[in-house]
């Protein structure tokens, strides 16, 4: 059992950074794949990045590549996302996740067995 909690959530003009944090209870959170997803006003949630168990691969949506940046250290049972150059697009509640993956499929939803309930990212412009 996994138990995620987000934080760093806010208000931000366009350009600015954020930086968001997931904090995961249990001994085993260096065994999973970590991603982040986001879902904006009247939308789908959508992926945004994910991060393997190593911290060896990640994979990031177009949308945000070069933009953001995720790591975990999994000594302290963290995964950070710094949000650089931001936009009103991405304004939306980010989702920190945990699962297995199998293959390629760090973007799908259902391959995440564990969410934390959302911080909120609101980009004025």
């Known amino acids: 059992q996994v138990q995620l909690v987000e934080s760093g959530g806010g208000l931000v003009q366009a350009g600015g950074s954020l930086r968001l944090s997931c904090a995961a209870s249990?001994?085993?959170?260096?065994?999973?794949?970590m991603g982040w997803f986001r879902q904006a006003p009247g939308k789908e949630r959508e992926f945004v990045v994910a991060?393997?168990?190593?911290?060896?691969?990640?994979y990031y949506a177009d949308s945000v590549k070069g933009r953001f940046t995720i790591s975990r250290d999994n000594a302290k049972n963290t995964v950070t996302l710094q949000m650089n150059s931001l936009k009103p697009e991405d304004t939306a509640v980010y989702y920190c996740a945990a699962g297995r993956w199998g293959g390629s499929s760090w973007y799908k939803e259902y391959e995440y067995n564990y969410w934390g309930q959302g911080t909120q990212v609101t980009v004025s412009s």
């Open positions: 249990g001994r085993t959170f260096s065994s999973y794949d």
């Open positions: 991060i393997r168990w190593s911290g060896g691969r990640t």
